[in-house]
């Protein structure tokens, strides 16, 4: 049985170079490799459906905790704490999110990554507290929530934390290391290809896909110049 996305926004472009999505994602891996690395796997899922997984899960690097630092902020939590918390989960989420990665998890990510319910939780929650019936349970936010929350949001969201993050990535990750929307990417094909009972390729055939095509668009940047 083949999964099929309907029609929407979401595009996928492949190039020899690898796949570029209209989320702004790039991964340096081509249909051939996906089916030379995990076997059958392109016979159950489209190319579209398996990139789309990754995308939103990369998406959920910065969606997810905003929602979490929210529930947070609204908790009887200190701000201080509160910051802590959110920052820790953070940085957690970013830094292993391939860890994450299952099949199982993947409609409820997709769900968190809608901006409708970020925004509804953003603003409803503020609005609540300010509208709320007397007799009912508040939030009980002070000034100071409201300004970490609104200012944390607004950072975050505006993605100003995510080209800080990317500037010291850059600046101090090895040149060697596999970039996480291709480590995303693998594991997806991975997590899938055991739900389907399907065995993956060695490791090394991956890698060797990876440096392929990452050499082609070398190649081309040189031959540009």
């Not at 170079?17 to 690395?37: K, P």
């Not at 290391?177 to 390729?201: A, F, H, P, Q, W």
Request: aromatic share 16%; glycine share 6%; with cysteine.
């Amino acid at each position: 049985m083949s999964y099929q996305r309907k029609k929407s926004e979401w595009e996928l472009v492949e190039l020899p170079s690898g796949f570029r999505t209209s989320f702004g994602y790039w991964y340096t891996m081509t249909t051939e490799g996906i089916e030379s690395y995990v076997p059958g796997l392109l016979k159950l899922y489209s190319v579209q459906y398996l990139v789309r997984i990754a995308d939103d899960w990369l998406r959920s690097r910065e969606q997810l905790p905003v929602l979490v630092f929210m529930l947070l902020v609204y908790s009887p939590l200190s701000v201080s704490l509160s910051l802590v918390l959110g920052l820790t989960f953070y940085l957690l989420w970013r830094t292993q999110l391939s860890a994450f990665i299952y099949p199982w998890g993947h409609p409820g990510i997709r769900w968190i990554c809608e901006d409708t319910l970020l925004y509804v939780a953003f603003i409803g929650g503020l609005t609540y507290d300010s509208v709320v019936p007397e007799g009912w349970p508040l939030l009980g936010l002070s000034s100071l929530e409201i300004t970490t929350l609104v200012g944390s949001f607004l950072l975050i969201k505006t993605g100003l934390v995510f080209m800080i993050l990317q500037f010291f990535n850059a600046r101090f990750s090895s040149k060697y290391s596999t970039t996480i929307t291709d480590r995303v990417l693998n594991m997806v094909l991975i997590r899938y290809g055991y739900k389907e009972g399907l065995l993956t390729s060695n490791l090394k055939t991956m890698q060797e896909e990876f440096i392929r095509v990452t050499n082609y668009h070398k190649t081309r940047k040189k031959n540009k110049s």
